[in-house]
């Protein structure tokens, strides 16, 4: 299993508005502490200075300075990583009305908040919210700054990461690749940004299981980082992880070996034990290692890693929904090798917790059926298409009803793969690879899906595939675009 983690801008570029108090000692004390705790991944004390950062500014400025606004979003930024969500939105939305008022709602600043606000919904998945404030974003921007702007390109990928979690693929591949020329262009084919773009445009061909393409990308991104930061830059040791796994996916596994060794090697150089949250990513590339080995039938070398790798994750990301999937994998080692008790004894307890005070309960995994019955039957109904057009194409809202039912009776969940397709005149013109989840028997469950579509007027039929063991129902429904 592949896992991609959005990139959040760094705490020092939240620091936009220019202040003259930045020359008092104090302030300049608490502002390096609370950029110290943040690159440290210190987070709950990073929120208590940004707190005493905040207060210090209203103190100095009043409590509608832009100043204030910078403070806000850092403490919000704080907010978000310690995932308490109902506290970071409302200082968001605060410094993002106190720039409007301030510097004009065309301000530069005004779109840099934005950006975060959208950033904020992002990681909630809250989709429908963060785009608008994108859109508005990338507006202020090309008219500030002009189309060809490196913050116009920033605002681009951010987009393109939103259209591409979305799964709208036709959408999202023109915005990563304007940004990618812009950045270019702007910055020089060897700027540290050029890499960032390069590694989303990457990340959006792995989704869509492209690795060829991926691979020139990221080895791409890796010299630039490496001729940029050096052999240990922070972006190294992702990137090295990222061409280990697209390495695997294409059976490249002496290269996928080393470029997972090394990254390795680079993380527990720079993050150790008493790094706290940050040194789950050992934990990762311990477990990128052992997939490597287990692709090869190397069960022995892989089984120690992912052990260490899942002891790593329950004690600094405790009841995360990643320690399921790495369980998983595990699991899947010990079926390979006729071990079908100790696969099953995974899946029989709860997860641990880190112990008392635990930030996150620990996750209950629930047993999954690994062979459908083939008394199981799929049923489509209620299937509607609501096309409307969008800037550079359209989009259709798909809303249709299924029932997964079991002529032997029973309860439980059982895994599925669900997948859409366009077609016209009986060809198809795109396909989205399938999504797997896991589905209750018996109950009738809603779904709205939103696709990208082309922009050309005609007609057209959207359809959804749901397969469950050798159980496959497939339904088309046509539409018009005009």
Same mark, same amino acid.
């Given at each position: 299993?592949?896992?991609?983690?959005?990139?959040?801008?760094?705490?020092?570029?939240?620091?936009?508005?220019?202040?003259?108090?930045?020359?008092?000692?104090?302030?300049?004390?608490?502002?390096?502490?609370?950029?110290?705790?943040?690159?440290?991944?210190?987070?709950?004390?990073?929120?208590?200075?940004?707190?005493?950062?905040?207060?210090?500014?209203?103190?100095?400025?009043?409590?509608?300075?832009?100043?204030?606004?910078?403070?806000?979003?850092?403490?919000?930024?704080?907010?978000?990583?310690?995932?308490?969500?109902?506290?970071?939105?409302? %200082? =968001?939305?605060?410094?993002? !009305? +106190? /720039? @409007? $008022?301030? *510097?004009? &709602?065309?301000?530069?600043? #005004?779109?840099?908040?934005?950006?975060?606000?959208?950033?904020?919904?992002?990681?909630?998945?809250?989709?429908?919210?963060?785009?608008?404030?994108?859109?508005?974003?990338?507006?202020?921007?090309?008219?500030?700054?002009?189309?060809?702007?490196?913050?116009?390109?920033?605002?681009?990928?951010?987009?393109?990461?939103?259209?591409?979690?979305?799964?709208?693929?036709?959408?999202?591949?023109? %915005? =990563?690749?304007?940004?990618? !020329? +812009? /950045? @270019? $262009?702007? *910055?020089? &084919?060897?700027?540290?940004? #050029?890499?960032?773009?390069?590694?989303?445009?990457?990340?959006?061909?792995?989704?869509?299981?492209?690795?060829?393409?991926?691979?020139?990308?990221?080895?791409?991104?890796?010299?630039?980082?490496?001729?940029?930061?050096?052999?240990?830059?922070?972006?190294?040791?992702?990137?090295?992880?990222?061409?280990?796994?697209?390495?695997?996916?294409?059976?490249?596994?002496?290269?996928?070996?080393?470029?997972?060794?090394?990254?390795?090697?680079?993380?527990? $150089?720079?993050?150790? &034990?008493?790094?706290?949250?940050?040194?789950?990513?050992?934990?990762?590339?311990?477990?990128?290692?052992?997939?490597?080995?287990?692709?090869?039938?190397?069960?022995?070398?892989?089984?120690?890693?992912?052990?260490?790798?899942?002891?790593?994750?329950?004690?600094?990301?405790?009841?995360?929904?990643?320690?399921?999937?790495?369980?998983?994998?595990?699991?899947?080692?010990?079926?390979?090798?006729?071990?079908?008790?100790?696969?099953?004894?995974?899946?029989?307890?709860?997860?641990?917790?880190?112990?008392?005070?635990?930030?996150?309960?620990?996750?209950?995994?629930?047993?999954?059926?690994?062979?459908?019955?083939?008394?199981?039957?799929?049923?489509?109904?209620?299937?509607?298409?609501?096309?409307?057009?969008?800037?550079?194409?359209?989009?259709?809202?798909?809303?249709?009803?299924?029932?997964?039912?079991?002529?032997?009776?029973?309860?439980?969940?059982?895994?599925?793969?669900?997948?859409?397709?366009?077609?016209?005149?009986?060809?198809?013109?795109?396909?989205?690879?399938?999504?797997?989840?896991?589905?209750?028997?018996?109950?009738?469950?809603?779904?709205?899906?939103?696709?990208?579509?082309?922009?050309?007027?005609?007609?057209?039929?959207?359809?959804?595939?749901?397969?469950?063991?050798?159980?496959?129902?497939?339904?088309?429904?046509?539409?018009?675009?005009?």
């Amino acid at each position: 299993m592949m896992v991609i983690r959005p990139i959040l801008l760094a705490l020092t570029c939240l620091c936009f508005v220019g202040s003259v108090w930045a020359q008092h000692t104090q302030w300049k004390k608490l502002n390096n502490e609370v950029k110290e705790l943040h690159a440290q991944g210190k987070y709950a004390e990073g929120a208590e200075m940004a707190t005493q950062l905040l207060e210090a500014e209203e103190k100095a400025f009043g409590p509608t300075h832009p100043n204030v606004a910078v403070a806000l979003i850092n403490l919000a930024v704080f907010y978000m990583r310690l995932e308490n969500y109902s506290d970071a939105e409302p %200082l =968001y939305k605060k410094a993002l !009305a +106190i /720039l @409007e $008022k301030s *510097q004009g &709602p065309n301000h530069s600043d #005004v779109a840099h908040a934005l950006n975060h606000l959208a950033e904020f919904y992002v990681l909630q998945k809250k989709y429908s919210e963060a785009e608008p404030l994108y859109e508005k974003s990338l507006a202020i921007y090309e008219k500030a700054r002009g189309p060809n702007h490196p913050d116009v390109a920033v605002v681009l990928l951010n987009l393109a990461n939103l259209y591409s979690q979305r799964e709208w693929y036709s959408e999202a591949e023109p %915005l =990563y690749k304007k940004s990618l !020329a +812009i /950045l @270019e $262009k702007s *910055q020089g &084919p060897n700027h540290s940004d #050029v890499a960032h773009a390069l590694n989303g445009l990457a990340e959006f061909y792995v989704l869509q299981k492209k690795y060829s393409e991926a691979e020139p990308l990221c080895k791409r991104s890796l010299a630039i980082y490496e001729k940029f930061g050096g052999p240990e830059h922070p972006s190294v040791p992702p990137t090295l992880g990222r061409l280990g796994q697209i390495n695997r996916k294409l059976k490249k596994y002496s290269e996928a070996e080393a470029f997972c060794i090394r990254a390795l090697e680079l993380r527990k $150089k720079m993050y150790k &034990p008493e790094s706290g949250y940050d040194y789950w990513l050992v934990g990762e590339s311990l477990h990128d290692l052992a997939q490597v080995y287990a692709d090869q039938g190397r069960y022995s070398e892989a089984e120690p890693l992912y052990k260490r790798s899942l002891a790593i994750l329950e004690t600094t990301i405790p009841g995360h929904p990643l320690l399921r999937w790495y369980l998983i994998d595990l699991a899947a080692l010990y079926r390979a090798q006729g071990e079908h008790d100790k696969a099953r004894e995974l899946f029989s307890d709860e997860l641990p917790s880190a112990g008392k005070g635990s930030a996150k309960e620990p996750t209950r995994v629930a047993s999954v059926s690994q062979q459908p019955s083939q008394s199981l039957s799929v049923a489509i109904h209620d299937m509607k298409v609501n096309p409307s057009s969008v800037p550079g194409g359209a989009r259709c809202t798909l809303t249709y009803e299924y029932t997964l039912e079991d002529a032997k009776g029973g309860k439980g969940k059982i895994p599925i793969e669900t997948s859409y397709a366009l077609r016209q005149d009986g060809t198809t013109l795109s396909e989205q690879p399938p999504v797997k989840s896991e589905v209750e028997k018996g109950k009738k469950l809603h779904t709205e899906k939103t696709l990208g579509t082309p922009r050309k007027s005609g007609s057209y039929e959207l359809g959804v595939r749901i397969q469950c063991g050798e159980t496959v129902a497939e339904k088309f429904v046509p539409f018009e675009i005009r």
